[in-house]
Protein backbone atom coordinates (compact mmCIF):
# COMPACT_ATOMS: atom_id res chain seq x y z
CA UNK A 1 0.00 0.00 0.00
CA UNK A 2 1.33 3.78 -1.05
CA UNK A 3 2.22 6.03 1.60
CA UNK A 4 -0.44 8.00 -0.49
CA UNK A 5 -2.77 6.05 -0.17
CA UNK A 6 -2.24 5.10 3.96
CA UNK A 7 -2.75 8.62 4.52
CA UNK A 8 -5.92 9.09 2.48
CA UNK A 9 -7.31 5.63 4.30
CA UNK A 10 -6.23 6.98 8.01
CA UNK A 11 -7.98 10.43 6.80
CA UNK A 12 -10.81 8.82 5.67
CA UNK A 13 -10.88 6.57 9.26
CA UNK A 14 -10.98 9.39 11.06
CA UNK A 15 -13.66 11.62 9.61
CA UNK A 16 -15.89 8.46 9.57
CA UNK A 17 -15.26 8.24 13.18
CA UNK A 18 -16.52 11.75 13.70
CA UNK A 19 -19.43 11.55 11.88
CA UNK A 20 -20.66 8.33 13.46
CA UNK A 21 -20.02 10.47 16.84
CA UNK A 22 -22.16 12.64 15.57
CA UNK A 23 -25.22 10.77 14.62
CA UNK A 24 -25.08 8.98 17.82
CA UNK A 25 -25.30 11.83 19.63
CA UNK A 26 -27.77 13.68 16.54
CA UNK A 27 -30.03 9.90 17.27
CA UNK A 28 -30.06 10.39 20.98
CA UNK A 29 -31.68 14.05 20.76
CA UNK A 30 -35.08 14.02 20.91
CA UNK A 31 -37.95 15.02 18.11
CA UNK A 32 -38.26 18.76 17.75
CA UNK A 33 -41.69 18.41 18.88
CA UNK A 34 -40.75 16.33 21.73
CA UNK A 35 -38.09 18.97 22.61
CA UNK A 36 -40.38 21.72 23.22
CA UNK A 37 -42.78 20.02 25.10
CA UNK A 38 -39.90 19.30 27.65
CA UNK A 39 -38.61 22.69 26.95
CA UNK A 40 -42.62 23.80 27.97
CA UNK A 41 -41.84 21.58 32.08
CA UNK A 42 -38.66 23.02 31.81
CA UNK A 43 -39.74 26.62 31.74
CA UNK A 44 -42.38 25.64 34.58
CA UNK A 45 -39.94 24.23 36.60
CA UNK A 46 -37.52 27.25 36.26
CA UNK A 47 -40.18 29.77 36.57
CA UNK A 48 -41.15 28.41 40.13
CA UNK A 49 -37.30 28.69 41.31
CA UNK A 50 -36.55 32.22 40.05
CA UNK A 51 -39.72 33.71 40.94
CA UNK A 52 -38.19 33.67 44.50
CA UNK A 53 -35.77 35.89 43.95
CA UNK A 54 -35.59 39.28 43.04
CA UNK A 55 -33.59 41.10 40.02
CA UNK A 56 -31.74 44.66 39.63
CA UNK A 57 -32.35 44.39 35.76
CA UNK A 58 -34.62 46.82 34.38
CA UNK A 59 -37.60 45.32 32.05
CA UNK A 60 -37.62 48.03 28.78
CA UNK A 61 -41.14 47.05 28.29
CA UNK A 62 -42.43 48.81 31.38
CA UNK A 63 -39.31 50.53 32.81
CA UNK A 64 -39.46 48.77 36.20
CA UNK A 65 -37.43 45.89 37.52
CA UNK A 66 -38.01 42.26 36.01
CA UNK A 67 -40.20 40.13 37.79
CA UNK A 68 -40.20 36.09 36.86
CA UNK A 69 -43.57 34.76 37.07
CA UNK A 70 -44.24 31.34 38.72
CA UNK A 71 -46.26 30.05 35.79
CA UNK A 72 -47.05 26.61 38.26
CA UNK A 73 -48.96 29.06 40.32
CA UNK A 74 -53.12 28.24 40.21
CA UNK A 75 -54.70 31.04 38.31
CA UNK A 76 -51.14 31.07 35.75
CA UNK A 77 -51.84 27.18 34.94
CA UNK A 78 -55.96 27.88 34.55
CA UNK A 79 -54.58 30.32 32.06
CA UNK A 80 -52.24 28.37 30.16
CA UNK A 81 -55.53 25.75 29.72
CA UNK A 82 -57.88 28.46 29.42
CA UNK A 83 -55.45 30.09 26.13
CA UNK A 84 -54.15 26.69 24.73
CA UNK A 85 -56.25 26.55 21.53
CA UNK A 86 -55.53 30.32 20.91
CA UNK A 87 -52.30 30.30 21.76
CA UNK A 88 -51.81 27.81 19.28
CA UNK A 89 -53.87 29.31 16.55
CA UNK A 90 -52.87 32.98 16.97
CA UNK A 91 -49.09 31.25 16.56
CA UNK A 92 -47.67 33.84 14.30
CA UNK A 93 -45.56 31.60 11.75
CA UNK A 94 -48.46 29.06 11.42
CA UNK A 95 -51.13 30.86 9.17
CA UNK A 96 -48.41 32.99 6.68
CA UNK A 97 -46.72 29.23 6.19
CA UNK A 98 -49.95 26.83 5.73
CA UNK A 99 -51.32 30.18 3.48
CA UNK A 100 -47.87 30.29 0.93
CA UNK A 101 -47.60 26.40 1.01
CA UNK A 102 -50.96 25.74 -0.50
CA UNK A 103 -50.57 27.86 -3.47
CA UNK A 104 -47.06 26.41 -3.90
CA UNK A 105 -48.05 23.17 -3.48
CA UNK A 106 -50.52 23.62 -6.23
CA UNK A 107 -47.57 24.50 -8.87
CA UNK A 108 -45.68 21.79 -7.52
CA UNK A 109 -48.03 19.47 -7.94
CA UNK A 110 -49.39 20.40 -11.69
CA UNK A 111 -45.89 20.14 -12.72
CA UNK A 112 -45.45 23.64 -13.71
CA UNK A 113 -42.22 23.95 -10.97
CA UNK A 114 -40.95 20.73 -12.33
CA UNK A 115 -41.08 21.89 -16.53
CA UNK A 116 -39.80 24.96 -15.80
CA UNK A 117 -36.67 23.27 -13.67
CA UNK A 118 -36.32 20.79 -16.68
CA UNK A 119 -36.36 23.59 -19.54
CA UNK A 120 -34.28 25.54 -17.92
CA UNK A 121 -31.35 22.85 -17.47
CA UNK A 122 -32.00 21.85 -20.98
CA UNK A 123 -31.20 24.57 -22.64
CA UNK A 124 -27.95 25.72 -20.98
CA UNK A 125 -24.75 25.28 -22.69
CA UNK A 126 -22.31 23.39 -21.69
CA UNK A 127 -19.73 25.48 -19.76
CA UNK A 128 -22.31 27.56 -17.75
CA UNK A 129 -23.87 23.87 -16.54
CA UNK A 130 -22.55 24.05 -13.22
CA UNK A 131 -23.47 27.94 -12.51
CA UNK A 132 -27.38 27.38 -13.84
CA UNK A 133 -27.55 24.13 -12.08
CA UNK A 134 -26.76 25.79 -8.93
CA UNK A 135 -28.91 28.93 -9.78
CA UNK A 136 -31.75 26.56 -10.26
CA UNK A 137 -30.89 24.65 -7.29
CA UNK A 138 -31.55 27.99 -5.14
CA UNK A 139 -35.05 28.89 -6.81
CA UNK A 140 -35.70 24.89 -6.36
CA UNK A 141 -36.49 26.25 -2.78
CA UNK A 142 -39.30 28.04 -3.84
CA UNK A 143 -41.13 24.61 -4.06
CA UNK A 144 -39.23 23.33 -0.48
CA UNK A 145 -38.34 19.66 -1.56
CA UNK A 146 -38.86 19.79 -5.11
CA UNK A 147 -34.90 20.23 -5.02
CA UNK A 148 -33.69 17.16 -3.27
CA UNK A 149 -36.38 15.13 -5.69
CA UNK A 150 -35.57 16.60 -8.94
CA UNK A 151 -32.47 18.90 -9.46
CA UNK A 152 -30.10 17.15 -6.91
CA UNK A 153 -30.77 13.88 -9.28
CA UNK A 154 -31.18 15.84 -12.64
CA UNK A 155 -27.93 17.47 -12.12
CA UNK A 156 -26.19 13.76 -12.16
CA UNK A 157 -28.01 12.94 -15.27
CA UNK A 158 -26.67 16.16 -16.68
CA UNK A 159 -23.53 16.17 -15.83
CA UNK A 160 -23.30 12.70 -17.19
CA UNK A 161 -25.00 13.20 -20.67
CA UNK A 162 -22.61 15.95 -20.83
CA UNK A 163 -19.49 13.60 -20.69
CA UNK A 164 -18.77 15.15 -17.49
CA UNK A 165 -18.27 13.55 -13.89
CA UNK A 166 -22.10 12.71 -12.63
CA UNK A 167 -20.75 12.99 -8.97
CA UNK A 168 -20.08 16.35 -9.46
CA UNK A 169 -23.04 17.74 -10.96
CA UNK A 170 -24.94 16.05 -8.06
CA UNK A 171 -22.60 17.75 -5.62
CA UNK A 172 -23.25 21.05 -7.15
CA UNK A 173 -26.90 20.91 -7.04
CA UNK A 174 -26.60 19.48 -3.40
CA UNK A 175 -24.56 22.47 -2.57
CA UNK A 176 -27.03 24.78 -4.38
CA UNK A 177 -30.43 22.90 -3.02
CA UNK A 178 -28.80 22.61 0.63
CA UNK A 179 -25.75 24.43 1.10
CA UNK A 180 -27.32 27.78 0.02
CA UNK A 181 -30.42 27.11 1.25
CA UNK A 182 -31.29 30.63 2.13
CA UNK A 183 -29.45 32.55 -0.61
CA UNK A 184 -32.79 32.89 -3.46
CA UNK A 185 -33.84 35.51 -5.44
CA UNK A 186 -37.52 34.42 -5.36
CA UNK A 187 -39.49 35.04 -2.04
CA UNK A 188 -40.63 31.61 -0.90
CA UNK A 189 -42.28 30.02 2.42
CA UNK A 190 -39.20 29.76 4.57
CA UNK A 191 -39.47 33.95 4.55
CA UNK A 192 -42.80 34.46 6.19
CA UNK A 193 -41.87 31.49 8.44
CA UNK A 194 -38.73 32.56 9.78
CA UNK A 195 -40.20 36.49 10.09
CA UNK A 196 -42.83 35.14 12.20
CA UNK A 197 -40.85 33.73 14.31
CA UNK A 198 -38.19 36.33 14.52
CA UNK A 199 -40.85 38.73 15.42
CA UNK A 200 -42.52 36.30 17.65
CA UNK A 201 -38.91 36.43 19.64
CA UNK A 202 -38.47 40.46 19.58
CA UNK A 203 -41.85 41.04 20.63
CA UNK A 204 -40.33 39.37 24.25
CA UNK A 205 -38.59 43.09 24.12
CA UNK A 206 -40.58 45.38 22.64
CA UNK A 207 -44.26 44.05 22.74
CA UNK A 208 -45.22 46.53 19.57
CA UNK A 209 -42.27 45.50 16.79
CA UNK A 210 -43.23 45.13 13.72
CA UNK A 211 -41.24 42.86 10.68
CA UNK A 212 -41.90 42.52 7.25
CA UNK A 213 -41.72 39.10 5.75
CA UNK A 214 -39.67 40.29 3.27
CA UNK A 215 -37.15 41.85 5.87
CA UNK A 216 -33.99 39.68 4.28
CA UNK A 217 -35.25 39.42 0.79
CA UNK A 218 -32.53 41.49 -0.46
CA UNK A 219 -29.76 39.98 1.44
CA UNK A 220 -31.08 36.64 0.10
CA UNK A 221 -31.35 37.94 -3.21
CA UNK A 222 -27.65 39.27 -3.66
CA UNK A 223 -26.37 35.85 -1.09
CA UNK A 224 -27.88 33.92 -4.39
CA UNK A 225 -24.76 35.44 -6.55
CA UNK A 226 -22.28 34.73 -3.51
CA UNK A 227 -23.33 30.68 -3.50
CA UNK A 228 -23.69 30.56 -7.54
CA UNK A 229 -19.62 32.24 -7.57
CA UNK A 230 -18.44 29.71 -4.65
CA UNK A 231 -20.09 26.73 -5.93
CA UNK A 232 -19.16 26.95 -9.44
CA UNK A 233 -15.27 27.55 -9.00
CA UNK A 234 -14.97 24.69 -6.14
CA UNK A 235 -17.41 22.28 -8.42
CA UNK A 236 -15.18 22.67 -11.62
CA UNK A 237 -11.97 23.48 -10.15
CA UNK A 238 -11.53 21.31 -7.01
CA UNK A 239 -14.25 18.64 -6.64
CA UNK A 240 -14.27 17.59 -10.16
CA UNK A 241 -10.86 17.48 -11.00
CA UNK A 242 -10.74 15.17 -7.52
CA UNK A 243 -13.30 12.95 -9.04
CA UNK A 244 -11.30 12.19 -12.32
CA UNK A 245 -9.77 9.22 -10.79
CA UNK A 246 -13.30 7.91 -9.41
CA UNK A 247 -14.18 5.52 -11.99
CA UNK A 248 -18.46 5.30 -13.15
CA UNK A 249 -19.33 1.96 -12.81
CA UNK A 250 -22.67 2.02 -12.21
CA UNK A 251 -25.41 -0.58 -14.47
CA UNK A 252 -25.48 1.34 -18.20
CA UNK A 253 -29.16 -0.22 -18.48
CA UNK A 254 -30.12 1.37 -15.28
CA UNK A 255 -28.36 4.65 -16.01
CA UNK A 256 -31.11 7.60 -15.34
CA UNK A 257 -31.79 9.72 -18.73
CA UNK A 258 -32.64 12.99 -19.34
CA UNK A 259 -36.51 13.08 -20.02
CA UNK A 260 -37.50 15.22 -23.28
CA UNK A 261 -40.21 17.44 -22.18
CA UNK A 262 -43.09 17.22 -24.10
CA UNK A 263 -44.73 19.83 -26.39
CA UNK A 264 -47.87 19.44 -24.24
CA UNK A 265 -45.87 20.49 -21.42
CA UNK A 266 -44.02 23.04 -23.10
CA UNK A 267 -47.60 24.41 -23.87
CA UNK A 268 -48.56 24.01 -20.47
CA UNK A 269 -45.80 25.71 -19.18
CA UNK A 270 -45.85 29.33 -21.76
CA UNK A 271 -49.66 29.47 -20.15
CA UNK A 272 -48.79 28.90 -16.68
CA UNK A 273 -45.62 31.58 -17.33
CA UNK A 274 -47.88 34.02 -19.43
CA UNK A 275 -50.44 33.84 -16.35
CA UNK A 276 -47.74 34.64 -13.70
CA UNK A 277 -45.94 37.43 -15.64
CA UNK A 278 -49.44 38.85 -16.35
CA UNK A 279 -50.33 38.60 -12.37
CA UNK A 280 -47.06 40.54 -11.77
CA UNK A 281 -47.74 43.01 -14.42
CA UNK A 282 -51.17 43.40 -13.07
CA UNK A 283 -49.62 44.11 -9.51
CA UNK A 284 -47.27 46.87 -10.52
CA UNK A 285 -50.30 48.73 -12.82
CA UNK A 286 -52.45 48.43 -9.34
CA UNK A 287 -49.37 49.91 -7.13
CA UNK A 288 -48.27 52.45 -9.41
CA UNK A 289 -50.90 54.98 -8.57
CA UNK A 290 -50.21 57.01 -5.36
CA UNK A 291 -53.79 57.07 -4.79
CA UNK A 292 -53.39 53.11 -5.04
CA UNK A 293 -55.91 50.92 -2.71
CA UNK A 294 -52.63 48.96 -2.15
CA UNK A 295 -50.58 51.69 -0.66
CA UNK A 296 -50.31 53.04 3.19
CA UNK A 297 -52.28 56.33 3.61
CA UNK A 298 -49.83 58.07 3.15
CA UNK A 299 -49.08 57.04 -0.31
CA UNK A 300 -46.05 54.69 0.68
CA UNK A 301 -45.39 51.29 -1.48
CA UNK A 302 -43.15 49.78 1.90
CA UNK A 303 -44.86 51.10 4.95
CA UNK A 304 -46.10 48.34 7.64
CA UNK A 305 -49.64 49.47 7.27
CA UNK A 306 -49.59 49.28 3.24
CA UNK A 307 -51.93 46.91 2.36
CA UNK A 308 -49.49 45.11 -0.25
CA UNK A 309 -47.00 44.79 2.71
CA UNK A 310 -49.98 42.83 4.53
CA UNK A 311 -50.42 40.80 1.37
CA UNK A 312 -47.28 39.61 0.55
CA UNK A 313 -47.82 35.92 1.68
CA UNK A 314 -51.65 35.63 -0.31
CA UNK A 315 -49.46 37.34 -3.18
CA UNK A 316 -47.07 34.65 -2.85
CA UNK A 317 -50.32 32.06 -2.95
CA UNK A 318 -51.50 33.53 -6.00
CA UNK A 319 -48.60 34.20 -8.29
CA UNK A 320 -48.10 30.00 -7.95
CA UNK A 321 -52.23 29.23 -7.25
CA UNK A 322 -53.43 30.39 -10.96
CA UNK A 323 -50.39 29.72 -12.82
CA UNK A 324 -50.29 26.17 -11.49
CA UNK A 325 -53.81 25.63 -12.02
CA UNK A 326 -53.20 26.68 -15.69
CA UNK A 327 -50.25 24.76 -16.34
CA UNK A 328 -52.26 21.74 -14.75
CA UNK A 329 -55.26 22.22 -17.09
CA UNK A 330 -53.33 22.39 -19.67
CA UNK A 331 -51.00 19.64 -19.39
CA UNK A 332 -53.81 17.07 -18.22
CA UNK A 333 -52.18 16.71 -15.27
CA UNK A 334 -55.58 18.53 -13.33
CA UNK A 335 -58.69 17.68 -15.33
CA UNK A 336 -61.68 19.07 -12.96
CA UNK A 337 -61.52 21.36 -10.35
CA UNK A 338 -61.37 18.24 -7.42
CA UNK A 339 -58.03 17.74 -9.08
CA UNK A 340 -56.65 21.32 -7.74
CA UNK A 341 -58.18 20.76 -4.12
CA UNK A 342 -56.86 17.58 -4.04
CA UNK A 343 -53.44 18.87 -5.03
CA UNK A 344 -53.46 21.40 -1.60
CA UNK A 345 -54.68 18.96 0.38
CA UNK A 346 -51.91 16.76 -0.24
CA UNK A 347 -49.78 19.58 0.00
CA UNK A 348 -50.91 19.92 3.61
CA UNK A 349 -50.52 16.03 4.45
CA UNK A 350 -46.86 17.18 4.09
CA UNK A 351 -47.44 20.06 6.66
CA UNK A 352 -48.92 17.64 9.48
CA UNK A 353 -46.11 17.30 11.25
CA UNK A 354 -44.83 21.18 11.21
CA UNK A 355 -48.39 21.46 13.04
CA UNK A 356 -47.87 19.29 15.74
CA UNK A 357 -44.74 20.90 15.85
CA UNK A 358 -46.06 24.28 15.95
CA UNK A 359 -48.18 23.67 18.82
CA UNK A 360 -45.74 22.98 21.05
CA UNK A 361 -43.63 25.26 20.20
CA UNK A 362 -46.24 27.90 20.15
CA UNK A 363 -46.93 26.75 24.09
CA UNK A 364 -43.48 26.87 24.75
CA UNK A 365 -42.94 30.22 23.11
CA UNK A 366 -45.75 31.78 25.08
CA UNK A 367 -45.07 30.43 28.27
CA UNK A 368 -41.38 31.66 28.03
CA UNK A 369 -42.46 35.04 27.66
CA UNK A 370 -44.89 34.95 30.20
CA UNK A 371 -42.44 34.12 32.67
CA UNK A 372 -40.15 36.59 31.76
CA UNK A 373 -37.20 34.77 32.26
CA UNK A 374 -36.23 35.19 28.28
CA UNK A 375 -36.34 38.73 29.08
CA UNK A 376 -34.34 38.13 31.92
CA UNK A 377 -31.85 36.16 30.30
CA UNK A 378 -31.90 38.74 27.48
CA UNK A 379 -30.71 41.31 29.48
CA UNK A 380 -28.01 39.54 31.90
CA UNK A 381 -26.27 38.44 28.41
CA UNK A 382 -26.68 41.95 26.94
CA UNK A 383 -24.83 43.04 30.45
CA UNK A 384 -22.03 40.29 30.38
CA UNK A 385 -21.58 41.21 26.45
CA UNK A 386 -21.37 44.89 26.84
CA UNK A 387 -19.17 44.91 29.81
CA UNK A 388 -17.01 42.61 27.66
CA UNK A 389 -17.12 45.21 24.55
CA UNK A 390 -17.30 42.50 22.15
CA UNK A 391 -17.92 44.21 19.07
CA UNK A 392 -21.46 43.95 16.97
CA UNK A 393 -19.66 41.59 14.17
CA UNK A 394 -17.55 39.51 16.26
CA UNK A 395 -20.86 38.80 17.97
CA UNK A 396 -22.53 37.87 14.40
CA UNK A 397 -19.73 35.18 13.94
CA UNK A 398 -20.44 34.05 17.32
CA UNK A 399 -23.73 33.45 16.42
CA UNK A 400 -22.96 31.93 12.46
CA UNK A 401 -20.67 29.35 14.00
CA UNK A 402 -22.65 28.07 16.74
CA UNK A 403 -25.88 27.93 14.58
CA UNK A 404 -23.67 26.25 12.43
CA UNK A 405 -23.26 23.67 14.63
CA UNK A 406 -26.52 23.05 15.91
CA UNK A 407 -27.20 22.68 12.72
CA UNK A 408 -25.62 19.13 12.44
CA UNK A 409 -27.78 18.08 15.09
CA UNK A 410 -30.90 19.49 14.14
CA UNK A 411 -31.80 20.11 11.27
CA UNK A 412 -35.23 21.60 10.35
CA UNK A 413 -34.85 25.31 10.25
CA UNK A 414 -38.05 26.52 12.24
CA UNK A 415 -37.26 23.75 15.03
CA UNK A 416 -33.59 25.73 15.65
CA UNK A 417 -34.78 29.04 15.07
CA UNK A 418 -37.78 28.30 17.25
CA UNK A 419 -35.57 27.12 20.00
CA UNK A 420 -33.01 29.88 20.30
CA UNK A 421 -34.60 32.81 18.80
CA UNK A 422 -36.13 33.88 22.15
CA UNK A 423 -32.83 34.23 23.66
CA UNK A 424 -30.69 35.66 20.83
CA UNK A 425 -33.02 38.40 19.10
CA UNK A 426 -33.64 40.34 22.60
CA UNK A 427 -29.96 40.09 24.06
CA UNK A 428 -28.87 41.31 20.45
CA UNK A 429 -31.90 44.09 20.50
CA UNK A 430 -30.34 45.41 23.74
CA UNK A 431 -26.89 45.67 22.50
CA UNK A 432 -28.32 47.60 20.07
CA UNK A 433 -28.55 44.55 16.51
CA UNK A 434 -32.10 44.95 15.17
CA UNK A 435 -33.84 41.24 14.75
CA UNK A 436 -33.56 41.76 11.08
CA UNK A 437 -29.69 41.76 11.14
CA UNK A 438 -29.94 38.70 13.72
CA UNK A 439 -32.28 36.63 11.66
CA UNK A 440 -29.85 36.93 8.47
CA UNK A 441 -26.91 35.98 10.57
CA UNK A 442 -28.73 32.92 11.73
CA UNK A 443 -29.93 31.88 7.59
CA UNK A 444 -26.16 32.00 7.24
CA UNK A 445 -25.12 29.43 9.70
CA UNK A 446 -28.72 27.41 9.16
CA UNK A 447 -26.88 26.83 5.27
CA UNK A 448 -23.82 26.44 5.62
CA UNK A 449 -23.53 22.84 7.44
CA UNK A 450 -26.45 21.32 6.13
CA UNK A 451 -24.95 19.38 3.10
CA UNK A 452 -22.48 17.58 6.07
CA UNK A 453 -24.46 16.29 8.32
CA UNK A 454 -25.99 12.79 8.15
CA UNK A 455 -28.69 14.20 9.96
CA UNK A 456 -30.13 15.71 7.12
CA UNK A 457 -33.46 13.98 6.37
CA UNK A 458 -32.42 13.95 2.70
CA UNK A 459 -28.47 13.03 3.01
CA UNK A 460 -29.07 9.49 2.62
CA UNK A 461 -30.97 9.92 -0.78
CA UNK A 462 -28.50 11.98 -1.84
CA UNK A 463 -26.21 8.82 -1.35
CA UNK A 464 -28.11 6.91 -3.27
CA UNK A 465 -28.33 9.30 -6.11
CA UNK A 466 -24.86 8.62 -6.23
CA UNK A 467 -24.38 5.20 -6.11
CA UNK A 468 -26.40 5.06 -9.09
CA UNK A 469 -23.28 6.09 -11.21
CA UNK A 470 -20.26 5.20 -8.33
CA UNK A 471 -21.28 1.97 -6.39
CA UNK A 472 -18.98 1.95 -3.35
CA UNK A 473 -20.21 5.51 -2.51
CA UNK A 474 -20.96 5.86 1.24
CA UNK A 475 -21.94 8.82 3.76
CA UNK A 476 -17.94 9.66 4.19
CA UNK A 477 -17.93 10.05 0.29
CA UNK A 478 -20.38 12.25 -0.08
CA UNK A 479 -19.00 14.40 3.39
CA UNK A 480 -15.68 14.31 1.79
CA UNK A 481 -17.34 15.89 -1.12
CA UNK A 482 -19.34 18.62 -0.02
CA UNK A 483 -16.95 19.39 3.05
CA UNK A 484 -14.96 22.36 1.08
CA UNK A 485 -18.29 24.02 0.26
CA UNK A 486 -19.41 23.93 3.48
CA UNK A 487 -15.94 25.34 4.68
CA UNK A 488 -16.10 27.67 1.98
CA UNK A 489 -19.85 29.14 2.17
CA UNK A 490 -19.38 29.64 5.62
CA UNK A 491 -16.31 31.87 5.65
CA UNK A 492 -17.05 33.50 2.60
CA UNK A 493 -20.77 33.83 3.21
CA UNK A 494 -20.02 35.48 6.84
CA UNK A 495 -17.47 38.00 5.39
CA UNK A 496 -20.26 38.80 2.94
CA UNK A 497 -22.50 39.72 5.49
CA UNK A 498 -20.22 41.53 7.43
CA UNK A 499 -19.21 44.01 4.61
CA UNK A 500 -22.82 44.18 3.53
CA UNK A 501 -23.81 45.31 6.79
CA UNK A 502 -20.20 47.69 6.77
CA UNK A 503 -21.34 49.28 3.09
CA UNK A 504 -25.17 49.56 4.35
CA UNK A 505 -26.86 47.70 1.80
CA UNK A 506 -30.61 47.09 3.28
CA UNK A 507 -31.10 43.78 4.22
CA UNK A 508 -34.75 43.58 2.77
CA UNK A 509 -37.76 45.69 2.88
CA UNK A 510 -38.21 48.10 5.64
CA UNK A 511 -35.30 46.09 7.49
CA UNK A 512 -32.91 47.67 9.58
CA UNK A 513 -29.37 47.39 11.14
CA UNK A 514 -29.77 48.82 14.48
CA UNK A 515 -32.46 48.80 17.55
CA UNK A 516 -34.33 50.50 17.73
CA UNK A 517 -34.40 52.36 13.96
CA UNK A 518 -32.89 55.70 13.76
Known amino acids: MSADKQVKDTENGLLNRF ?16 MFAGLLVIVWALSLLFAQFS ?21 AL ?43 LNNTAKFLLTPILILVAIVSHTAVDAGYVLVIPLGGIIFYAAGRHPLAGIAAAFAGVSGGFSANFVPSAIDPMLQGITQEAARLYDS ?15 SSIVVVLVGWYLTDKIIEPRLQGTQVD ?43 ALRSPEGEIAAFDAPLMQSIVPIIFLLFWVPGIVHGYVAGTFTESKDVIMA ?24 FGDSNLGILLAMKGANFLQAMAVPGPVTLVGIIMLV ?38 YRVGDSVSNIITPLL ?33 GIIWTIFLLLYWMIGIPLGVQANYIYPAG
Open 404 to 441: AIINLFVGSASAKWLLISPIFVPMLMQLGISPDLTQAA
Open 78 to 120: ANFLATMVTTFTSFAPLGVVLVAMLGIGVAERSGFINVGIKLL
Open 344 to 367: MSKTMETMAYYLVMAFFCALFIKA
Open 208 to 222: TILLNPLNNWYFTAA
Open 55 to 75: YSEIDPRTGTEIVVNNLLAPA
Open 457 to 489: PYFPLVVVYCQRYVKSTGIGTLVSMMLPYSVAL
Open 250 to 292: GDPEEMPKIEEVSAKDRKAFTAGGLTMLAGIVALVVMTLPETS
Open 19 to 34: LNKIEVIGNKLPDPAV
